[in-house]
């Protein structure tokens, strides 16, 4: 057993498990390792195995008089094509493993076939031979099992090996056992992307593949971090905002997925699951900050606490309609409003810090988007148009010669997308709301022009051709390459067949992924937030203030992976009111009004899709005004000084000793020019000197 180098389970136990399928392929028999405590029998160790490590798999009729019955093994050598089997030749409905598990209520073991023809494979019973059962305790022989494997009882250093009698030959145990590699499961989801998938409607819920920067793709990774856990029924739309995924199904699967999944977006735990999200069914999410997100659903906007996890309410005048006429589909924030497209009705533009509906642009808009330079796009059957971002106007594009529809009856959230390295908006031109057409379409914004054939769908030359199913174009925010995901045309097992597309900035096909065969009904991709909001420049900044200055915000804060025009900026700590008003416009500007005199810290937070940075404003607005009497007519001494000072022609003045944040220390009069420093440690400070006549500032070093 010292040869093992993969070993599932935990315990002091030990138990080997070793398969010989007896077929062509090398090496002749494998061999993985079990660990337990208390009580365990083969089929437990047989069951743990198939579990742990996705690349084997079993065909088990279980219940029988004698336990289970183990009719077929197998394994993926190769990490190509699904894991599963095909019955009778049927290729419509394979049978996919759950835990590693086929079952079965028969012993129909001769009907079945791997999906992949390389795996390694053996099920029989009365036409192809039989799976025998092997055991030993001690010693190197093996001698054939008189119980079946649920009847069986592991001990310390048991060996339990599986030997298929091809068309009923019994073979030789082979005297060599290669060990199993560990199998690895992926455990950070950063370098790559995500493929949200519907879920194969009936049999599961949603599902969710990440496509690794290496080529590999790792198939139902949230089911795997998360044991017995599945997104929603139909999951329609995935976002990362602040380190969290949120994945929002059209329904909750049974009681394993919700309508709202919330999870952590670099290892994929759960964090939260929510059936009910407001009284409808799920569409879209948004980060609106920190603190708030908004859920677009069948019956209006629904409010959720990020920071409690806990679903809000309908907000007022968005709800409204029947499930399929006046939903809500996608939503965008700019760093103002937050737009969202309502069937029908047309975009809502809500005040994110009241949540309340600001407007509605009536329309029968199809979908909305935010630009690379700021600007916000909706778009029409037939048109583009561009929505101001805080005045609202809008102006119309007539698209030249193709059209766009969004599936209101199926929802999804459409292929009408964004860059965030060109100012340009890309997606598939339609035949109707049900049909897509075969073009990618490129709309130049600093030009004003289309381009209505900037790439093509690839496989139109194939027959069945591939078609583009679910929201099926989004941009990668850091190569700026296009995401294109696409299922075979047809109906029934044509939907096994699935492609994942990627097409450079100048149209050219550059990568094409073939993924194995499933029902995955693939909805649209989601990138990782990787890169930080970094402040271009200091995270500190000086201004003497004497009337109203506007310091505009925009370019403060860059985020590669994101739009920096999104970016959402506030106050968060004003240190003294009183003496500076500080408020954000519309234009994104700063705006600090002095009130009185003094040391005001300012602290701005830049929010990048929910990621935060911060820059502080060291405001002094103690700047002479003409009635204020001259500096020169002051002077302190000593300076730096230790326990007083001593300020000439400032008899009786007020004075007030202040830290360089702002914080009032110190206040007393100067009695003959002469004031005693109480209890202030080594620093710098301010020193303001206040007579009829005006007043002084001054630095003061204390030593």
């Known amino acids: 057993?010292?040869?093992?180098?993969?070993?599932?389970?935990?315990?002091?136990?030990?138990?080997?498990?070793?398969?010989?399928?007896?077929?062509?392929?090398?090496?002749?028999?494998?061999?993985?390792?079990?660990?337990?405590?208390?009580?365990?029998?083969?089929?437990?160790?047989?069951?743990?195995?198939?579990?742990?490590?996705?690349?084997?798999?079993?065909?088990?009729?279980?219940?029988?008089?004698?336990?289970?019955?183990?009719?077929?093994?197998?394994?993926?050598?190769?990490?190509?094509?699904?894991?599963?089997?095909?019955?009778?030749?049927?290729?419509?409905?394979?049978?996919?493993?759950?835990?590693?598990?086929?079952?079965?209520?028969?012993?129909?073991?001769?009907?079945?076939?791997?999906?992949?023809?390389?795996?390694?494979?053996?099920?029989?019973?009365?036409?192809?031979?039989?799976?025998?059962?092997?055991?030993?305790?001690?010693?190197?022989?093996?001698?054939?099992?008189?119980?079946?494997?649920?009847?069986?009882?592991?001990?310390?250093?048991?060996?339990?090996l599986w030997n298929f009698s091809v068309q009923f030959n019994s073979s030789p145990i082979t005297t060599t056992f290669t060990p199993v590699s560990a199998y690895v499961q992926r455990s950070n989801f950063t370098d790559g992307y995500f493929v949200l998938n519907e879920g194969w409607y009936g049999h599961e819920g949603g599902t969710l593949n990440f496509i690794g920067n290496n080529g590999v793709v790792d198939y139902k990774v949230y089911n795997m971090v998360n044991e017995g856990k599945t997104l929603g029924n139909t999951a329609a739309y995935g976002t990362i905002y602040g380190g969290k995924l949120y994945i929002v199904s059209k329904q909750n699967y049974q009681d394993k997925g919700g309508r709202l999944i919330v999870a952590d977006a670099k290892t994929l735990k759960k964090n939260a699951s929510f059936n009910d999200i407001g009284g409808g069914d799920g569409r879209s999410f948004l980060g609106v900050n920190e603190n708030v997100g908004y859920i677009g659903a069948s019956n209006g906007?629904?409010?959720?606490?990020?920071?409690?996890?806990?679903m809000g309410n309908v907000i007022p005048g968005t709800g409204g309609g029947s499930q399929y006429n006046g939903q809500i589909g996608n939503m965008i924030r700019s760093s103002q409003y937050v737009f969202a497209v309502k069937q029908t009705a047309g975009i809502l533009i809500i005040d994110p810090k009241t949540h309340t509906l600001k407007k509605t642009i009536e329309g029968d808009f199809q979908s909305i988007t935010q630009a690379k330079d700021g600007s916000i796009w909706a778009i029409q059957s037939t048109k583009l148009v561009n929505i101001h971002p805080t005045t609202f106007v809008t102006t119309e594009y007539i698209i030249p010669q193709t059209k766009y529809f969004t599936a209101w009856g199926a929802w999804n959230a459409g292929s009408f997308t964004y860059s965030t390295q060109q100012n340009?908006?890309?997606?598939?031109?339609?035949?109707?709301?049900?049909?897509?057409?075969?073009?990618?379409?490129?709309?130049?914004?600093?030009?004003?022009?289309?381009?209505?054939?900037?790439?093509?769908?690839?496989?139109?030359?194939?027959?069945?051709?591939q078609i583009p199913y679910g929201a099926a174009l989004r941009l990668n925010p850091v190569s700026d390459e296009l995401i294109l995901i696409t299922t075979q045309s047809g109906w029934g097992a044509n939907y096994q067949k699935n492609w994942i597309h990627t097409i450079n900035s100048n149209g050219v096909l550059t990568d094409t992924k073939v993924l194995n065969d499933y029902y995955w009904f693939q909805s649209m991709p989601v990138f990782p937030d990787n890169v930080m909001p970094t402040l271009n420049g200091s995270s500190e900044e000086h201004i003497t203030l004497s009337t109203e200055e506007k310091i505009s915000l925009v370019d403060v804060v860059s985020d590669r992976d994101n739009l920096q025009r999104a970016i959402v900026k506030s106050i968060k700590s004003n240190s003294n009111p009183s003496l500076v008003q500080a408020e954000i416009n519309e234009q994104d500007e700063l705006v600090l009004t002095p009130i009185g005199k003094g040391i005001v810290d300012i602290v701005v937070s830049f929010n990048s899709n929910g990621q935060l940075a911060e820059k502080t404003y060291h405001i002094d607005t103690q700047t002479l005004h003409t009635d204020d009497i001259k500096q020169e007519q002051f002077k302190i001494y000593p300076n730096p000084a230790t326990d007083f000072i001593q300020i000439t022609n400032a008899s009786n003045a007020e004075v007030e000793i202040y830290t360089l944040n702002g914080k009032l220390i110190q206040k007393g009069k100067a009695v003959q020019g002469r004031l005693a420093l109480q209890g202030i440690k080594t620093g710098v400070y301010l020193v303001k000197i206040s007579t009829e006549n005006g007043t002084f500032t001054s630095k003061l070093i204390v030593k």
């Open 1 to 160: 057993m010292e040869d093992i180098t993969y070993w599932v389970g935990e315990g002091e136990n030990k138990a080997a498990f070793v398969v010989q399928w007896n077929d062509t392929q090398n090496p002749s028999a494998l061999v993985w390792g079990f660990r337990w405590n208390g009580e365990a029998t083969g089929i437990d160790m047989l069951k743990a195995i198939a579990k742990a490590d996705a690349r084997f798999y079993s065909l088990i009729y279980g219940g029988t008089q004698y336990g289970d019955a183990v009719g077929g093994l197998g394994f993926d050598t190769d990490n190509i094509g699904s894991v599963g089997l095909y019955k009778d030749g049927n290729l419509v409905y394979p049978k996919y493993p759950t835990d590693g598990i086929v079952g079965t209520t028969s012993y129909d073991f001769d009907s079945y076939t791997p999906i992949d023809a390389n795996d390694r494979w053996q099920s029989g019973w009365a036409e192809k031979g039989f799976w025998s059962y092997y055991t030993r305790e001690t010693g190197t022989g093996f001698d054939f099992s008189s119980v079946g494997a649920s009847g069986r009882t592991l001990k310390d250093g048991s060996w339990d």
């Open 301 to 310: 906007i629904v409010t959720f606490d990020i920071a409690n996890m806990t």
């Open 424 to 465: 340009a908006l890309y997606w598939l031109n339609s035949i109707n709301s049900w049909s897509s057409g075969t073009q990618i379409v490129k709309f130049d914004i600093t030009s004003k022009t289309f381009n209505e054939s900037f790439a093509t769908i690839p496989g139109q030359d194939a027959s069945p051709k």
